[in-house]
């Protein structure tokens, strides 16, 4: 038996998000509203489902939700791949551009699963470490690709979980500049105005990744997309698996991304959301003088609290009172953006931490 279990999956252990109930969740970046319907609401929907041919596989080129993902952020249907989420768009780029044993890129710190997906198809990982400010060294970046014959590098921008971005002109500069391919992942970019998106089919080593998960508020859908210009987009409908989109996502995901005032709208809410707590935040690191607060162009905030336990202590301590929020290595918390009441009750809870000399 343990002949068949070989060495890249020996020691992988499940996905295991925050286990329990929790009467607030602020640990994964979802989204606080939800998915805006049509007008008629369910009935859609609905009628959706009631249409659905249970006893038929999907469209495999999802063509009415590429059309629906097209016609709001205004790029064209022939650069999109629909995928089960950008997991599936992450491991299905890996899985085609990369060859046993050919170098990737990451930066440390950024979304975990690159390093993990790079493994799995045995690509052999190379990690460069972000600024001590936790910026991207866009030289460093250039210079390590070329050094190490790089031949995928991928980072979120804005990162998840920094919460930072980086100007469109720097990742401009690390496109033009490396002869790799650059998968850069803009699954926050709905609350900062750097995309690349507009411009995507005017590089041949580019590809965007979007996500339905984040502002537009349909985690539960998984529903994602590569963008990318006609051959890169050739290439990655080829690789994936042909139904890979199921056949009420795609109806489902439609019909949100026509309600395009509303999905504004909703997105202007989310940044304000992210806004109010990133003052509330702000007032707490000045009254605590516990940790330091990076700036934010996302839905969540990231705290790196000088004394690195304290991160612990203040995570388990909301944790008791029913709030998750997302705990790192080396003293950083993560907490998404709730709704106004759910922020000011986290800040509330948080200030009661220090009011009790948990803090000391
Ligand atoms: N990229 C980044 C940067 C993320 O933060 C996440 C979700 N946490 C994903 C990709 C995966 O998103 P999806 O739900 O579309 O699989």
Redesign the pocket.
Known sequence: MSEIINQKVRDLVPYDPIEGEYRIRLD??ESFLPAPLPPDGMKTVEAAVSRTAWNRYPDPLAREVCAAFAGFYGVPEEYLTACN????S?FLLFSAFLMKGDAFLTLAPD?S?YRFYGEIVEGEGVCLPKREDLSIDVDAVIRTVREKDVKLVIF?NPC?PTSLGLDRGEVRRLIREVEALVVL?E??MDFWDQSLLHEVGEYENLVI?R???KAIGL?SL???FCVANPALTRIIRAVKSPYNSNTLTQAIGAQVLAQKEQLRENIRRLVQAREELYQGMEALREASAAFHLYESCTNFVFLKFYREQEAGELHAYLLENSIAVRLFPGGYLRITAGSPEENAELLRVMESYWQRGQGK
């Open positions: 994964a970046n989420g950008s997991d599936e992450i979304f699963m979120s998840n992942d699954a926050y990744l996500t339905c998960s985690a998984r529903l994602g």
